[in-house]
């Protein structure tokens, strides 16, 4: 619940985006948060968001795209922890603003999906929709097994046209129905990390990918603890020092690691638990495990030289504390 909020705050104090990335934002808060009603023989278009912020911005965001009057008012509801969520409406103008907004079609018939001139935008106004999908209706949990970005969609049709939307910003998302909701999932660390990054949320992106590594770096800790072959741990002991050690020294060295030793770090980290003889074959062109040995060797001698000049902790301060170098 509290990356959730962040990123949501993060989100909304977004300021002076186009014109275009602001309509397709407000039009998925409208979709994903909101509906069409009658009142008095009337459609009108209503949003129930769950912070006071948002819902300003959505009335500031109508007002001024539109020229239309929304009016704020506070409902109860049992999904939100304080039991308080905000309605911004449009009743006078709201048949105009559905169909503008895409809600209706030009037979007065509600629109299940997304307008079609959304999905297919420009990069940033896609950015912009998924942006307003997940103010509306967007989740994310704490990294781990079970973590994942979480939008719950009001059709199907709708949450196909969100996951065809990550697709364009090339984040793998997909959809399925829990408990009769459909819902769209970005299940993936490093495709939750862009997708973050991409529609604006940068800072919690960076929170989120730093606790990421944090708990893959105990949950390898914890997987020697449980390791019963001596051999399998001091191995595993081994990957995980020379893999922090390659790291160092790809950030010792910066812009000066040479390309060769560079890819050979860069294999070491992408295969942690990978022979050398396994890295070797994950080369273009492959490469022998000597090879790959030798290149390591050469790049964390060459940045442990680097720190000793500088006089900067080399690559074996970057080992945790227990494990063999």
Known sequence: MALTTDVK??????RNAP????????????????????IAGRVAVEAEVDADLLARRVARDLAEIYGVRPEIAQVQSASSPDGARYAVRVIAAGETLARQTGLLDQRRRPVRG??????????EEVAGLWRGAFLAAGSLSEPGRSAMLEVSCPSSEAAM????AAHRLGVAAKARE?????????????AIRSLLSQIGAGRTAA????????REVRAGVNR??????????RSAQAAVAACARVERALE???EDVPDHLKLAGELRLAHRDASLDELGHHADPPLTKDAVAGRIRRLLAMADKRAQQQGIPGTESAVPAGLDV
Do not use: C, K, Y
């Not at 046209?161 to 065809?164: I, P, R, W």
């Not at 829990?178 to 490093?190: A, L, M, N, S």
């Not at 929170?207 to 944090?214: A, F, H, S, V, Y």
């Open 9 to 14: 705050a993060e989100l909304v104090s977004i």
């Open 19 to 38: 014109p275009t990335v602001r309509v397709a934002e407000v039009t998925a808060i409208l979709r994903f948060a909101g509906g069409l009603h009658s």
């Open 114 to 123: 997304l307008p079609n001139r959304l999905t297919t935008g420009s990069i």
């Open 161 to 164: 046209a969100l996951v065809g």
């Open 178 to 190: 829990v408990r009769g909701q459909p819902r769209v999932v970005v299940r993936e660390g490093e």
């Open 207 to 214: 929170t989120w990918e730093e606790m990421r590594q944090r």
């Open 224 to 233: 020697l603890v449980n390791f019963d072959d001596a051999n399998l741990r």
């Open 252 to 254: 010792i060295l910066a």
